[in-house]
């Protein structure tokens, strides 16, 4: 069965670090989005992705963050200076299409720890 | 701006009990209305989802949920749960057709007791 795979699983950084977080996305899927869940907080939409363009942000999807689909298989999120509060567990997830509407498919996420 | 309320935290149920699990929503239109669970070190997996007409949808896992407007209700229910359905339960609530995002609830952790 497909699945959306991210890597790394973990990743310890220092604050100020730039990191990336991989994803790839169920191969036939078109819409691809970012969601992040804070230790013991619900999970948090972050940003939406189609036609090689951010269609929807949140407020937390600030100048700090940003996406790309460098390759047309990856789908990466770079936070490009860390900060403590960004220690979070992200999920990377696709749908195929519109019609889908809501029916996505969840990584198993990259656990991020930021010192 | 929509969003979801998970009332219970914590729920603990007995191995073969029934459960139900509640979901409040609040959104100006009809809304689109979903169940996640997320396993232990896993993503989150899709139980259901209700768009529209009947208002009592079957998922996977032998969950169901019905949709309540009158309420803004959207709980899930199981007759009888087993060990392995023992995860964290997210509600979640999207505009658009889900496609501009889902707005999830704080979830619900599920313990099953033998």
């Known amino acids: 069965e497909p699945e959306v795979t991210q890597t790394p699983s973990h990743q310890v950084t220092q604050m100020g670090q730039e990191v990336i977080l991989r994803c790839v996305p169920i191969?036939?899927?078109?819409?691809f989005y970012w969601y992040r869940q804070i230790l013991g907080q619900k999970v948090e939409f972050l940003v939406s992705?189609?036609?090689?363009?951010?269609?929807?942000k949140s407020e937390i999807f600030d100048d700090q963050f940003s996406v790309e689909r460098p390759d047309g298989s990856n789908f990466t999120l770079k936070i490009r200076s860390t900060k403590l509060e960004d220690s979070a567990m992200y999920f990377c997830?696709?749908?195929?299409?519109?019609?889908?509407?809501?029916?996505?498919?969840f990584g198993e996420g990259s656990r991020l720890t930021v010192l | 701006a929509q969003s979801v309320t998970q009332p219970d935290i914590h729920i603990t149920v007995s191995e073969g009990a029934s459960l139900e699990l509640r979901c409040n929503y609040s959104?100006?239109?009809?809304?689109?209305l979903f169940w996640y669970v997320q396993s232990p070190g896993q993503g989150l997996q899709l139980l259901l989802k209700?768009?529209?007409?009947?208002?009592l949808v079957q998922g996977i896992k032998g969950f169901e949920a019905e949709f309540k407007r009158s309420q803004s209700s959207f709980n899930l229910r199981k007759p009888s749960v087993h060990w392995s359905d023992a995860a964290e339960y997210f509600c979640?609530?999207?505009?658009?057709?889900?496609?501009?995002?889902?707005?999830f609830g704080k979830g619900t952790h599920l313990i099953i007791q033998p």
């Open positions: 997830a696709s749908g195929r299409d519109r019609g889908s509407a809501g029916e996505l498919f």
């Open positions: 191969s036939n899927h078109l819409y």
């Open positions: 992705f189609y036609n090689n363009e951010i269609s929807e």
């Open positions: 959104y100006g239109a009809t809304p689109y």
């Open positions: 209700y768009f529209s007409g009947d208002t």
């Open positions: 979640a609530v999207a505009a658009g057709g889900g496609a501009d995002g889902l707005t």
